[in-house]
């Protein structure tokens, strides 16, 4: 099918990599909207972490947390590595994550630019709003001042 008379052709670019990362290659105020829906805190575990180092003959993987936190094979030493979105160990971990993320977002857009956000338009599992094994662990005020803060260096 062809494009009809006097329609523009966009060229498009697709990068994949960590946010933070592609992100800070891309020049200053050159998007003009941002439409993203991060992943949310503890709700997805995209696969995408692994052991590293040890023995490759160790059965450590079966051992892989649901939620990993930083841990070592106790059988061979291998260190478990996921820097995914959304697995971080506590709500400020998660935040500064996404701050960091937010920071280079607010760097790329153009004076006129949009960012839209979906975020937490999900279930909870226990009173507090977070899917944790200890309830009311976490609170509000925690996290609302960890965002009033300026973001940490990279």
Not at 15 to 27: F, I, K, N, Q
Not at 126 to 146: H, I, K, T
Request: neutral net charge.
């Amino acid at each position: 099918m062809s494009a009809p008379s006097g329609a523009k052709h966009h060229s498009y670019e697709l990068l994949t990599g960590d946010a933070s990362e592609v992100l800070r290659t891309l020049p200053a105020a050159s998007v003009d909207c941002v439409v993203t829906s991060p992943p949310y805190w503890r709700m997805r575990d995209y696969a995408t972490g692994r052991w590293n180092g040890g023995k490759a003959d160790c059965l450590h993987a079966a051992d892989a947390p649901a939620h990993p936190t930083p841990r070592v094979c106790a059988r061979c030493g291998a260190s478990w590595t996921d820097a995914q979105h959304g697995l971080e160990p506590t709500p400020t971990a998660y935040v500064e994550h996404l701050r960091q993320v937010f920071y280079e977002l607010r760097r790329l857009l153009s004076p006129t630019g949009t960012l839209w956000l979906n975020l937490g338009d999900n279930y909870s599992t226990n009173s507090d709003g977070y899917r944790c094994a200890q309830p009311l662990r976490y609170r509000e005020s925690e996290v609302d001042r960890y965002i009033e803060s300026p973001p940490r260096a990279a």
